[in-house]
């Protein structure tokens, strides 16, 4: 049994070909048959069920394409060993983030990072939460920056800052002559959401749900940007919720609009996610350092009840 043995399992268990799986991983598609045969051979048991279309892993084969990306986990810290050693941080490094955090924090520390570690090949995806927990396990990206807490016995999860929300509410609505409001006053007809795949949209569900029941099926306009739901709001369509950093963009005209809620402050926690493996960790902890650095000066840590990100019954 070799560690290339496993990455070949590994590829037809993603790909679900043997065609495509030879292409990604730059080999032969017959070199790549006959590498998985033998690795069958040795081990007397079939992990590919070849019949089904597409392939698909056997029982068993399951159980061997998990311990394999523990095996090729563990044989690559060996790499993050010797970095670590000489105080290296460079090579390819990949951030998933989702699209709420993406626009507000990644222009705070971005330039920052890059400019204090030349070395990286840093690569940035934005990716919905469950499309960033899915390549955090199959180790398709290094580390996320995402809403917690996940709840994922196999991801680990540093928080960097709790953001509280603020509720964007325009003039001649009912809440605008408030200068704090609470869950409470929130009428979950009026609040304009993002569209399904935001966790921000599930935040503010669940927000609503602490305090009232609320059938999801009364909200009708969603969209994909806080920036078309606040010009809604200037329309006079209803308000929307936006987290704190997002409202640091808005001109001063708008954050005339903007109300704070009562402590506690319903906020969300944003962390850094990776596997437990902790494959290389020592620049997931340059990235927290530079990234904590940037927030402290903008995000002060107030009385705050963390809203789950997680969509509730």
């Not at 019949?51 to 698909?56: E, H, L, M, V, Y």
């Not at 060996?78 to 050693?85: E, M, V």
């Not at 325009?170 to 795949?197: A, F, Q, R, T, Y």
Request: aromatic residues 8%.
């Amino acid at each position: 049994m070799t560690i290339t043995q496993l990455h070949y399992v590994l590829a037809v268990a993603e790909y679900k070909s043997f065609t495509r799986a030879a292409r990604k991983v730059f080999v032969t598609q017959p070199t790549l048959s006959m590498q998985i045969q033998k690795l069958e051979e040795e081990l007397g048991v079939q992990i590919f069920d070849r019949d089904q279309k597409p392939i698909a892993l056997t029982e068993i084969g399951k159980k061997i394409a998990e311990q394999a990306r523990k095996v090729i986990g563990e044989s690559e810290r060996i790499y993050d060993i010797i970095d670590q050693q000489k105080g290296f941080i460079g090579g390819e490094f990949i951030i998933g983030v989702i699209p709420t955090v993406m626009s507000t924090l990644l222009p705070m520390f971005l330039n920052n990072f890059i400019k204090k570690y030349p070395k990286l090949n840093l690569k940035i995806e934005e990716l919905s939460t469950e499309t960033l927990i899915e390549k955090l396990e199959e180790g398709h990206i290094d580390v996320g920056i995402a809403a917690t807490p996940l709840e994922n016995e196999n991801l680990t999860e540093r928080v960097l800052y709790y953001e509280p929300f603020l509720a964007y509410v325009p003039e001649n609505h009912p809440l605008s002559e408030k200068e704090e409001i609470s869950p409470e006053d929130l009428n979950v007809d009026d609040i304009l959401l993002l569209m399904d795949g935001h966790c921000f949209k599930d935040h503010v569900l669940n927000l609503c749900k602490a305090h009232r029941s609320l059938d999801p099926q009364h909200f009708e306009l969603k969209s994909g940007s806080f920036e078309t739901l606040i010009r809604l709001c200037d329309e006079g369509i209803g308000m929307t919720l936006l987290p704190y950093l997002h409202s640091l963009n808005l001109n001063e005209e708008k954050k005339k609009n903007l109300k704070v809620f009562k402590e506690p402050k319903p906020a969300r926690e944003i962390s850094l996610v990776y596997p437990k493996i902790e494959l290389k960790i020592h620049i997931i902890n340059a990235l927290r350092e530079t990234i904590t650095a940037v927030v402290r000066g903008a995000i002060a840590f107030e009385d705050v009840e963390i809203i789950s990100p997680l969509q509730k019954a």
